[in-house]
T-cell receptor, first 118, second 113 residues
Framework: AQSVTQLGSHVSVSEGALVLLRCNYS??????LFWYVQYPNQGLQLLLK??????LVKGINGFEAEFKKSETSFHLTKPSAHMSDAAEYFC????????????????FGQGTILTVHP | DTEVTQTPKHLVMGMTNKKSLKCEQH?????MYWYKQKAKKPPELMFV???????INESVPSRFSPECPNSSLLNLHLHALQPEDSALYLC????????????FGPGTRLTVT
């Protein structure tokens, strides 16, 4: 079984400030981890993913995330927020093997709405 | 081309209507997915097709009927829906169902009146 918890349904930052969106996961097997962004009335766009290898992952639009196995976390950061970063962000997990009922299944967190103030 | 397209963008239908949602990708992906997303909620998986065969049905009511006519196309046929079925319906595709990267379409905003 796997689950994802995103701490904070809303995060508000000033333009130019650090963005930190928190994600903790629970998985019985080593997971693949993802961050997706969703702008209003649009589909999901993959920001970055962790599969294997380097635990600090860089994505698009200046975002990065660090996989910390000991903390079961995969927090998303960006050094300097831009107005265009305002959107909803979803952390997601899937097992590293695809088999049985978990075949192809992503489990999403509840989402965090990021607001950026001028 | 890394695009998944969905039509229509918006759909309003009555509870007695029959309508279909369409999804298309030309990336050569062999797995395609339907998700349902209610307002302020994460997407919920409905169906997974792998090599044009239905591999996962997440206990979705029979008023939703998926179809995969070929490897590029995925349809969702709707019949006798309820107002609570109003949501954003997202299609996604991936290289195959073991592939970890899913590409999402922009969605169809469905309103059932």
């Amino acid at each position: 079984a796997q689950s994802v918890t995103q701490l904070g349904s809303h995060v508000s930052v000033s333009e130019g400030a650090l963005v930190l969106l928190r994600c903790n996961y629970s998985s019985s097997v080593p997971p693949y981890l993802f961050w997706y962004v969703q702008y209003p009335n649009q589909g999901l766009q993959l920001l970055l993913k962790y599969t294997t290898g380097a635990t600090l992952v860089k994505g698009i639009n200046g975002f990065e995330a660090e996989f910390k196995k000991s903390e079961t976390s995969f927090h998303l950061t960006k050094p300097s927020a831009h107005m265009s970063d305002a959107a909803e962000y979803f952390c997601a997990v899937r097992p590293w093997f695809a088999g049985g009922t978990s075949y192809g299944k992503l489990t999403f967190g509840q989402g965090t709405i990021l607001t950026v103030h001028p | 081309d890394t695009e998944v397209t969905q039509t229509p963008k918006h759909l309003v239908m009555g509870m007695t209507n029959k309508k279909s949602l369409k999804c298309e990708q030309h990336m050569g992906h062999r797995a395609m997915y339907w998700y349902k997303q209610k307002a302020k909620k994460p997407p919920e998986l409905m169906f997974v097709y792998s090599y044009e065969k239905l591999s996962i049905n997440e206990s979705v009511p029979s008023r939703f009927s998926p179809e995969c006519p070929n490897s590029s196309l995925l349809n969702l046929h709707l019949h006798a829906l309820q107002p609570e079925d109003s949501a954003l319906y997202l299609c996604a595709s991936s290289q195959d169902s073991r592939s970890y990267e899913q590409y999402f379409g922009p969605g169809t905003r469905l309103t059932v009146t």
